[in-house]
């Protein structure tokens, strides 16, 4: 479990080969102990066949272009419920990615509850569930100038408790007048800056709303942390903490801000789009299904193919999937271990053997002959054609699946590390003496 949650949080994908090629190990190994081999001599043909298995891998890797790209998206989504448009969303995905320079953490998602999983677009900006605040609001501003503030839009409180006797109508008339006309300043110091929509992680003062909603801006109230941070990201303003500090240095930039608004229910279902961004550290992917479950199943697979192809981006090394790179780190392990003398070459062997599983699990999924279509792609390799996989037919020959160089890397090191410390266990019990 800690292996599968290891592979999750540093790749994002591989974990189902991660487990199958781990499980597949412990069999080799419970195999050569039955033979009389020590399990220390097992780990040291395991540990050297991970290090030949990653140097293949290093060799194998070539540098990202955008179409690669884009096979690493659809390969990540296959066989997680969003198949169906893999074409389209890899295109959102390496979009997205592209935009904001890699980073899956930037990528926020968004479900519309309507049409299908095709209609799903990308938006440079931010889509938030808020109830808007009054209905006399503008519902479309386009060239939006928005300000962010981490509190309340509403006059300065006391910070003390204080009592005031009136002691005449006229008195109270003043008080009420001394009020009305703080919200003017306030009112005009935030507009003097150039905003026209105003969104706070506070309430929002019902005076200064009207005072605002009469000069034609937008306010929303009640954001969390998050969404504040990712609205000030995606349009470029600056988070400020009071309304005097408010000026035009701290105001980002929206091609458009868009309100959905929705028949009052107990859920909240007004929405807020900030789009058409300029130049956006956030962007948000707008998933399309009426079926919530199966949008929600989109989403999983959307944010796994969103990490892989990151770390491709970043890392800039792709490797054939479809088994064609474990078969190709199989036969270089089988050849180093003619050229080894002791017992570690049975263990090296094992773990040539144990790659196999995954051509092997892709062929059994075809409903092919297994050890016919493993037979072929070792004779494939063997002849040169490097990037000879099983395909969807369960056929050996060009797969398209491409996958993240630093992905395989990982899950090969995490299965090793799993296995080995498997073995060791009798060695740890017996030097505790139990």
């Not at 109270?172 to 992680?201: H, K, P, Q, W, Y």
């Not at 944010?303 to 800039?316: E, F, P």
């Amino acid at each position: 479990v800690a292996m599968a949650e290891s592979q999750e949080n540093s790749c994002g994908d591989g974990v189902t080969g991660t487990l199958l090629l781990s499980a597949e190990l412990l069999l080799e190994a419970g195999r050569l102990l039955q033979k009389g081999l020590h399990p220390l001599t097992v780990i040291e043909g395991y540990t050297q066949a991970n290090e030949i298995a990653q140097e293949t891998i290093s060799r194998q890797a070539v540098a990202c272009t955008a179409k690669t790209l884009q096979q690493v998206a659809q390969t990540s989504l296959t066989g997680k419920g969003a198949e169906g448009a893999a074409s389209i969303l890899s295109q959102m995905i390496v979009q997205a990615l592209e935009t904001v320079g890699g980073d899956a953490d930037s990528i926020t998602m968004h479900k519309t509850n309507v049409g299908g999983l095709a209609d799903s677009k990308l938006i440079h900006g931010v889509v938030v569930r808020r109830r808007i605040l009054l209905d006399s609001l503008p519902s479309q501003i386009d060239d939006a100038k928005v300000a962010t503030i981490n509190g309340d839009i509403a006059p300065r409180k006391q910070i003390r408790t204080a009592e005031i006797e009136i002691e005449d109508a006229s008195q109270l008339d003043a008080f009420l007048e001394a009020e009305d006309a703080t919200r003017d300043r306030v009112a005009e110091t935030m507009l003097a800056s150039g905003a026209n929509v105003f969104i706070c992680s506070g309430s929002v003062d019902k005076g200064l709303l009207h005072r605002l909603m009469r000069a034609g801006c937008f306010v929303a109230g009640e954001f969390d942390v998050q969404e504040l941070r990712n609205t000030s990201l995606a349009t470029g303003s600056r988070l400020i903490e009071h309304l005097a500090d408010l000026n035009s240095d701290d105001i980002g930039l929206a091609g458009r801000l868009i309100t959905e608004r929705r028949a009052p229910t107990d859920k909240v279902e007004d929405i807020i789009r900030i789009e058409s961004c300029p130049s956006p550290k956030v962007v948000t992917c707008e998933i399309g299904g009426a079926n919530s479950l199966a949008a929600e199943e989109a989403i999983r697979a959307i944010h796994d193919s969103l990490r892989s192809t990151g770390m491709a981006m970043k890392d800039n090394r792709i490797i054939h999937g479809g088994g064609a790179t474990h078969m190709a780190c199989a036969l270089a392990i089988r050849e180093a271990a003619e050229h080894e003398s002791g017992r570690e070459r049975l263990g090296m062997e094992a773990f040539a053997r144990a790659l196999e599983v995954i051509p092997s699990a892709l062929a059994k999924n075809a409903g092919t002959d297994v050890l016919d279509r493993i037979l072929e792609l070792r004779a494939a390799h063997r002849n040169g054609i490097g990037d000879a996989g099983i395909n969807v037919e369960g056929e050996v020959g060009p797969t398209g699946a491409k996958e993240a160089a630093k992905s395989l890397e990982s899950a090969l090191s995490a299965a090793t590390e799993t296995c080995t410390s498997l073995l060791r266990i009798d060695q740890v019990i017996s030097a505790r003496g139990d």
